[in-house]
T-cell receptor, first 114, second 110 residues
Framework: IAGITQAPTSQILAAGRRMTLRCTQD?????MYWYRQDLGLGLRLIHY???????GKGEVPDGYSVSRANTDDFPLTLASAVPSQTSVYFC?????????????FGSGTRLTVV | GDSVTQMEGPVTLSEEAFLTINCTYT??????LFWYVQYPGEGLQLLLK?????DKGSNKGFEATYRKETTSFHLEKGSVQVSDSAVYFC?????????FGTGTRLQVFP
């Protein structure tokens, strides 16, 4: 079934540790995104990539980094986790060429930093 | 910059009641507009969309009309079900990305 796979589903992480959230899509979408979802704040864009080899900063990029070595994968790395990064993280993708049909979302990663 | 404003929730309704969730936007030009739904423990799913003024998006009994005069895209359903309980997000597309509202939680009771 075509879609987005995120891993892990959930994680408890000690503050100061490094963590990479994985995101893989099999739809050959050229654009990919990372959002965090926090109660009362909705979804806020962290980083995005319009095509393989390029990335851009979103609304809340500090403390996060991304890479886009190929079309399918878009990992999000927390270099040194802090409690304020406790959130639910969603990866999404879209086909930006031609008609825009919206985003396809993964099921999310629930991260707790203690 | 572009933004989306949604009514605060939760919206609590009895089954078969009429639903309206308000959404207004601020944008330059005429962006495409979307409603997404998030069921408990899941990611967001596209519910409906409209790409130009006066377009009506519809899906699963939900409807929303793109009103440029009032810069609104209110979500409506004539008769809600318990299974409609979820969080609903209004969004617009700027040149590069979707901008989401803060979400409105809908709770439907039997």
């Amino acid at each position: 079934i075509a879609g987005i796979t995120q891993a892990p589903t959930s994680q408890i992480l000690a503050a100061g540790r490094r963590m990479t959230l994985r995101c893989t899509q099999d739809m050959r979408h050229n654009a990919m995104y990372w959002y965090r979802q926090d109660l009362g704040l909705g979804l806020r864009l962290i980083h995005y990539s319009n095509t393989a080899g390029t990335t851009g900063k979103g609304e809340v990029p500090d403390g996060y980094s991304v890479s886009r070595a190929n079309t399918d994968d878009f990992p999000l790395t927390l270099a040194s986790a802090v409690p304020s990064q406790t959130s639910v993280y969603f990866c999404a993708s879209s086909a930006e060429e031609g008609t825009f049909y919206g985003y396809t979302f993964g099921s999310g990663t629930r991260l707790t930093v203690v | 910059g572009d933004s989306v404003t949604q009514m605060e929730g939760p919206v609590t309704l009895s089954e078969e009641a009429f639903l309206t969730i308000n959404c207004t936007y601020t944008a330059t030009g005429y962006p495409s507009l979307f409603w997404y739904v998030q069921y408990p423990g899941e990611g967001l799913q596209l519910l409906l969309k409209a790409t130009k003024a006066d377009d009506k998006g519809s899906n699963k009994g939900f409807e929303a009309t793109y009103r440029k005069e009032t810069t609104s895209f209110h979500l409506e359903k004539g008769s809600v079900q318990v299974s409609d309980s979820a969080v609903y997000f209004c969004a617009l597309k700027d040149t590069e990305k979707l901008i989401f509202g803060t979400g409105t939680r809908l709770q439907v009771f039997p």
